[in-house]
């Protein structure tokens, strides 16, 4: 496989509203992400993918564009982005923007037009059908965010489509001059200078609606080949999918070079390892360490040569990894970086969301009112409807809910952690005063060093980037160990997944002559002589 820039890069995501407000509005902006360029330089990153900064009416912040060319009011503007593109371009940074195309907000004017009459050019923009003949919704598909997937418009008399809010309308991609239109923007973009884009739920815009098809649709390929012909193709970019249906069959299908589609997928296959089949990550089940392992491990091999991987723990949907799957209180350092070795070592290509370089955590807000997120609300009335208990809907929400990962950065200890000299759009979390970045870049030991390390240590290591991947200590629960390696080295990572001490000795292979400790969580590490992990310990051994 030719070699390209984004396998050995590391992608940080910033979350426009949160990340850092420069004219204290409350809302983070443009401006902000410029005056903290620098800290990511430091950190080490090669590329920013930017939530959606477009204009929109906000009800799923950004993910509902009234605008693709034209940049939201409290965000900023134009002029602001092109800066932000040159100034990220001075420190060899790339940004990726996020193409939201499987639906607009229902205020753009595609769709204001659409739903005027049956007979508007842009009618046929968008997925209308007519009610059944008993006067109902055309079929039970449903909606992501909870309820039916179709929405009754009044003036016409017909149902539109949406696989999210009812505002946020799918958009007709068997419309030729739908996907001229997106093709046409996507251009606008790539050339102003941006790196690529992460495509939101791209799984979805093949959907055939009267067959009840909506994700992995049979034309989807076919539809991304085109668009990467349109428009990415001969340009060096990055291109990565969201794709929550994927198994590692398709994921070849998106991101085999040979095919021509995208650089590659996000799969959330260990992400919903612990999620409910009805519903979903609201009613969240005990994690099965082995399944979670195996799930990795596939990943990794099969993939091999034929595509290549995402790595990720966190993004805007998801939960606080450190909260999640390490112990935000008395081992949160340890589990922090613990995570993040097991993550940063594996083959592909690793995101990193804001905050979690320096540990940020979920938050506990005690009422509903507290909370922004759509989802959040919309399942919420849902689930008490189907009889779950407040007690039980607000632990799930404190558990997975989105806002864990929207509360404002915490850059300090002053007043709303830093992030703005006015009330925030969403509360900081009330850690802010021991959880911050000025903390971390005063501790030589902080988790921020820890990610700076591992980002330069797969700069310096080729081995990190391409090495084969293989799974030690299987049927061992506690232990997350791997070795990584090629024809010159071997590097052998090894990660306590548990809060307590597990018995472990190093493998004969490792002996203090032949091997070099790169990377602990703990900072007298013995290279002979070990018994016991202890809690969350993890380290990495080049042999
Ligand atoms: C996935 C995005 O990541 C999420 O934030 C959004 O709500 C949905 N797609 C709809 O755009």
């Given at each position: 496989m030719e070699k390209k820039w984004w396998q050995s890069s590391v992608v940080y995501q910033i979350y426009p509203r949160s990340f850092k407000d420069s004219n204290n509005d409350g809302i983070g902006d443009i401006n902000g992400m410029i005056s903290k360029l620098d800290y990511l330089d430091d950190l080490g990153i090669d590329v920013i993918w930017l939530s959606p900064v477009y204009s929109s009416p906000m009800c799923d912040n950004g993910y509902d564009i009234s605008n693709y060319r034209d940049i939201a009011d409290e965000y900023g503007t134009m002029d602001d982005i092109d800066r932000l593109i040159q100034e990220a371009s001075k420190r060899n940074i790339k940004i990726i923007m996020d193409l939201v195309v499987n639906h607009t907000s229902d205020e753009h004017f595609w769709f204001k037009e659409s739903r005027k009459s049956k007979d508007n050019p842009y009618r046929d923009y968008y997925i209308w059908r007519d009610p059944t003949d008993d006067g109902l919704v055309p079929n039970d598909i449903d909606s992501i965010f909870s309820g039916p997937a179709w929405t009754f418009d009044e003036l016409t008399g017909q149902y539109y489509f949406h696989l999210f809010d009812r505002r946020q309308p799918d958009l007709n991609w068997e419309n030729k001059e739908v996907r001229d239109k997106i093709y046409d923007m996507m251009n606008f973009w790539l050339d102003k200078g941006v790196g690529g884009f992460r495509m939101d739920v791209i799984d979805l815009i093949a959907k055939e609606v009267d067959r009840k098809i909506t994700g992995n649709g049979p034309r989807l390929h076919t539809l991304l080949k085109e668009m990467n012909i349109a428009t990415f193709g001969d340009r060096d970019v990055l291109t990565v999918g969201e794709t929550w249906g994927a198994t590692p069959e398709i994921a070849k299908m998106y991101s085999?070079?040979?095919?021509?589609?995208?650089?590659m997928i996000f799969q959330f296959e260990h992400i919903t390892i612990d999620w409910d089949e009805v519903y979903g990550k609201f009613k969240p089940k005990p994690l099965d360490m082995l399944e979670f392992k195996k799930v990795i491990s596939k990943w990794q091999t099969e993939l091999t040569d034929e595509g290549w991987n995402s790595l990720f723990w966190s993004n805007h949907d998801l939960p606080r990894i450190v909260s999640k799957r390490g112990d935000e209180g008395l081992y949160r350092v340890e589990s922090a970086k613990m995570l993040a070795t097991l993550l940063h070592f594996l083959k592909g290509t690793p995101y990193i969301f804001q905050g979690e370089e320096i540990g940020m955590t979920n938050v506990k807000f005690d009422s509903l009112e507290d909370y922004d997120d759509i989802e959040t609300h919309n399942f919420y009335k849902k689930n008490i409807k189907d009889g779950f208990s407040h007690e039980d809907m607000m632990k799930a929400i404190w558990e997975n809910g989105r806002d864990n990962a929207r509360t404002p950065i915490q850059w300090d200890s002053t007043a709303n952690a830093g992030f703005s000299s006015t009330k925030p759009w969403l509360k900081v979390n009330p850690n802010y005063k021991t959880i911050n970045v000025e903390l971390a870049l005063e501790d030589d030991n902080s988790i921020f060093y820890h990610y700076k390390r591992l980002i330069a240590l797969r700069k310096e290591m080729d081995l990190i980037v391409y090495g084969d991947f293989q799974l030690l200590l299987e049927e061992d629960p506690s232990i997350f160990a791997y070795i990584r390696s090629d024809a010159e080295n071997k590097l052998l990572v090894v990660c306590n997944v548990t809060g307590n001490e597990i018995p472990f000795i190093l493998p004969d292979f490792i002996s203090p002559i032949n091997s070099r400790l790169i990377i602990t969580n703990y900072n007298d590490q013995p290279l002979k002589d070990i018994q016991n992990l202890r809690p969350y310990e993890s380290f990495a051994y080049l042999i």
């Open positions: 085999d070079p040979k095919r021509n589609e995208l650089s």
